[in-house]
């Protein structure tokens, strides 16, 4: 606050101490009262008025919470409750002083110490109380030589402290034995001088903690491994890995264990199984894929109907219970993918080895078998255990070109052509069931990165997707909920795939964004309350097409909006929507601006449906080289086929896991932490493909700082716009102060219409066009709000430019107000690439004049 404003400050504080409104705390704290001061506080009520009991708070008796902590690299954070607290709004804030000598990402116990808002949705801060697990054995970061000591920087910016080296815990092994030192104990070295070396100072190490920070002493550590220098091929996913904490190295004892199990398929081994070897059964897959873990076929009955395969291979065989081998790929639960290498589950010899669906080679596979009507209704399913000879490992592209008639292809493949014809003809009937049952399909592009013979970044260009990827799309969803289906009929506790409807405020969040482009999701009865919070004021609002006069006047009551009642919402909702934006310039910001408002599919011990497939119920099954999830549900089947004529008994407990076993129940407490455990895992690889993805654009943008580009808005936020730019797949960020320096004036976020505003009586004239791709229903609701409707001046646009109410847009004349510049989603922008930010790893723009 400036000093003026201090005085009446002070003025109102001591008028509501002297009414016991508040009470002071020394050094010049102030708070609500506490119940102690409440009840010794003299009744201000009438005398004939009962007192009013204090409504207990929905969180009286929790205020102790167990949850992670996620810090800011300013230095406050955020403490994720384990257990959801529905009455809470969002999570715990603890500010900078009350972490304490917790670190990003440990779980700790936090104490709340206040609530404010309303009932149902009160938002809580609170302190660190104690730190219960750490969440980093080992830090990666910068080595620094230091006079008095030796520092690591770490590359996480969330973690607030320097890691002291110790003298002489900067050697590895490896540094100790080209020294020629013997002994690394400490008697040693103090009495040796140990010399700075080049390859140590100012490289990317791997640092092992043997001191946490605690009491205001920073956390001490010793160096364990020398990445490289910064900017060298390959660091950066290496410093991804640790950072992380991706196990990616397999003990002598897994690969072993993965060696021996990765023979030959034998003559004992086809006992028992189902023979497909005489089918043309196929593979399709990436050209760089190197796991290939499903093939199908596909066969068109005389009836009309269909007969669809779909083979999986048998990881469960190879990897059984309670062995090593097992426990690492428990422990990784996923395999990570970044653009240059893979971080597998398995050891190569059994993911790219005898469980990879190979050509030509005898492979054991889990099978699904399933007939459909000629109108794509599944009439029944059949699970058996198998063995395959791939007659062909096919491309996605190689595929595609065969059905769009490709003489060359169409000439290589003649044997296979009429399967594919009709692989894509199923999938074309199996979609528009999926579609009526209001399966999502957003289809949005992902990166990909193209580079040249030296590994050198090229490129970076939309991911494309062709009707080979559909069928075999949806080829694995019918065999996942084949089988999901079937361990149901049987009663067989089973992992889940499931996502849950969206949340309400999520919802209206989306709606309004959505209806300045003139759609809706057409809920019925969604509407909001809004409740007024006792005590809390707001500036008063912008006066019509004056946003200079926010905050002058009157304060208002503060209000906030909840959900109204009870969200009646189904994915056809989203589905219809997603139709009617289908090719419109604002394809891409709707689609993102849904995803967006869904919430994260997870793995569950439960049943809880796919909202957004549309399905009651659903699986994994058709991954189990790369997926955990899917190798206990192979293990499940296993054993649902071994003894099919029995039923599980809920009242009799599941004994422990027997080790070496391929079919086995598990106990619903083992699937939970089973489903946990997988959830967090495939957030953190998610986690660290999006950074190492965000990392490498940095890298290839900074080779093309000061181009220019045209680019979409994606995403408005009160620090600046989010960029997408049409030439190459790069998103960054166009900051509200480049803004600001464009417009010539102050700039802000508009709630509302979540615009970025210049706050501008004369702006700089500099602004370009206006929204191309906007609805006229857009311009039309801006009339309707006292705004004039954009003004179109040139190509692309740089802002919206917005007169005064009542005036020509195009030409103000003499005392006219001048145009307001303001900045949409789905806004057209020309840019320049300015810099990049190296702590956030994005570039960054300049918005400059359209040509």
């Known amino acids: 606050m400036k000093k003026s404003d201090n005085r009446p400050l002070f003025k109102m504080l001591s008028k509501l101490k002297k009414r016991r409104a508040i009470e002071e705390l020394p050094g010049g704290r102030y708070r609500l009262p506490s119940r102690k001061s409440e009840r010794d506080a003299p009744s201000q009520k009438p005398s004939g008025e009962a007192p009013r009991s204090p409504q207990p708070s929905p969180l009286a008796g929790r205020d102790e919470v167990k949850g992670r902590l996620v810090l800011h690299h300013d230095g406050y954070g955020f403490v994720v409750p384990d257990s959801p607290m529905p009455q809470l709004d969002g999570d715990i804030f603890i500010p900078r002083d009350a972490i304490q000598d917790a670190m990003h990402g440990d779980h700790v ?34 080595f620094r030589y230091g ?5 690591v920087l770490p590359y996480d910016v969330r973690i607030q402290h320097e890691i002291e080296i110790h003298r002489g815990n900067e050697l590895t092994p490896g540094l100790w034995k080209k020294l020629g030192f013997s002994g690394a104990d400490e008697t040693s070295i103090r009495l040796r001088r140990i010399p700075r070396l080049d390859e140590l100072d100012g490289a990317v190490v791997n640092v092992e903690l043997l001191r946490y920070p605690h009491g205001g002493a920073s956390p001490t550590g010793r160096v364990i491994e020398i990445l490289g220098r910064p900017g060298e091929l390959g660091v950066d996913t290496e410093i991804i890995i640790r950072k992380h904490h991706l196990p990616h190295v397999f003990s002598a004892e ?58 999986i291979a048998d990881v469960a065989h190879y990897v059984r219970t309670a062995t090593p081998l097992d426990g690492e790929a428990r422990l990784r639960g996923t395999s990570v993918y970044f653009p240059d290498r893979a971080v597998p589950m398995l050891p190569e010899t059994l993911s790219n080895g005898m469980c990879s669906l190979k050509p030509r080679e005898d492979r054991l596979v889990m099978s699904a078998l399933m007939e459909f009507d000629a109108a794509g209704h599944m009439k029944s399913s059949r699970m058996t255990s198998g063995v395959i000879r791939s007659a062909e490992r096919m491309t996605y592209t190689n595929v595609n070109k065969v059905l769009e008639g490709d003489p060359e292809m169409s000439k290589r493949y003649a044997s296979l052509s009429p399967r594919f014809r009709d692989m894509k003809e199923l999938a074309l009937v199996l979609n528009a069931r999926r579609n009526e049952r209001g399966s ?104 019509a097409g004056r946003p200079d006069s926010f905050g002058h006047g009157r304060e208002r009551g ?9 969200l009646r919402i189904t994915p056809q909702h989203y589905q219809r929507l997603i139709k009617k934006v289908v090719g419109k310039p604002e394809e891409r910001i709707i689609s993102y601006l849904m995803l967006r408002s869904l919430k994260q599919a997870r793995y569950a011990a439960e049943p809880l449906g796919h909202f957004a497939l549309g399905f009651d119920e659903y699986t994994h099954f058709t991954s189990p080289i790369r997926r955990y999830p899917d190798l206990i549900v192979h293990r499940i089947l296993k054993w649902a086929l071994d003894h099919p004529n029995d039923a599980p008994s809920s009242s009799k407990p599941h004994v422990a896991t027997p080790p070496g076993a391929e079919a086995v129940l598990y106990s619903h407490k083992n699937l939970e932490e089973i489903a946990a455990e997988t959830s967090e895992a495939e957030r953190r690889a998610n986690g660290a493909e999006r950074e190492l993805m965000d990392w490498k654009t940095a890298q290839f943008m900074e080779e093309h700082l000061g181009e220019e580009y045209d680019g979409l808005i994606i995403s408005v936020q009160k620090y600046g716009c989010f960029i997408e730019l049409f030439e190459v797949f790069v998103e960054g960020l166009l900051p509200i102060s480049a803004l600001e320096e464009f417009a010539g004036a102050r700039c802000v976020l508009r709630e509302r219409d979540h615009a970025i505003v210049a706050l501008a009586s004369g702006g700089s004239g500099r602004g370009r066009g206006s929204r191309d791709s906007r609805r006229g229903s857009s311009a039309s609701s801006s009339v309707g709000a006292g705004l004039a409707p954009p003004v179109r001046i040139g190509g692309a646009s740089a802002a919206r430019l917005v007169s005064n109410p009542g005036k020509a847009a195009s030409s103000p004349g003499r005392g006219a107000k001048p145009c307001q510049l303001e900045w949409h989603l789905g806004d057209k922008v020309r840019v320049r690439a300015e810099r990049i930010d190296p702590m956030r790893k994005r570039v960054e723009f300049v918005l400059i004049p359209a040509p």
């Open 109 to 142: 116990l936090a104490k709340i110490q206040r609530l404010g808002g309303v009932t149902g949705a009160q938002r809580a801060e609170g302190r660190i109380v104690r730190i219960l697990d750490r969440a980093h054995p080992t830090v990666v970061g910068l």
């Open 440 to 543: 999502i399909d957003f289809d949005l592009p992902e990166p990909v990165i193209e580079f040249d013979e030296e590994q050198r970044m090229t490129n970076i260009t939309r991911s494309e997707r062709n009707i080979a990827h559909r069928l075999i799309e949806e080829f694995m969803l019918a065999a996942n909920r084949a089988v999901a289906a079937y361990l149901l009929h049987r009663g067989i506790e089973s992992l889940h795939r499931v996502h849950e409807k969206p949340d309400a405020r999520k919802v209206l969040e989306f709606e309004e964004l959505a209806r300045a482009f003139g759609y809706s999701l057409g809920v019925e009865d969604l509407h909001q309350r809004e409740v007024a919070v006792r005590h809390g004021r707001v500036p008063a609002p912008a006066k």
């Open 558 to 566: 503060m209000k906030v909006a909840l959900p109204g009642s009870e």
């Open 254 to 311: 897994v690969l072993d264990e993965a060696e021996r199990g990765a023979k030959p398929v034998s003559e004992s081994q086809r006992a028992g199984r189902e023979d497909f070897r005489h089918l043309p059964i196929v593979t399709i897959d990436g050209e760089t894929a190197r796991d290939f873990d499903d093939a199908v076929y596909v066969e068109h009955r005389a009836d009309g109907g269909w007969h669809l395969q779909v083979h």
């Open 147 to 151: 006079a008095q000591h030796n520092v």
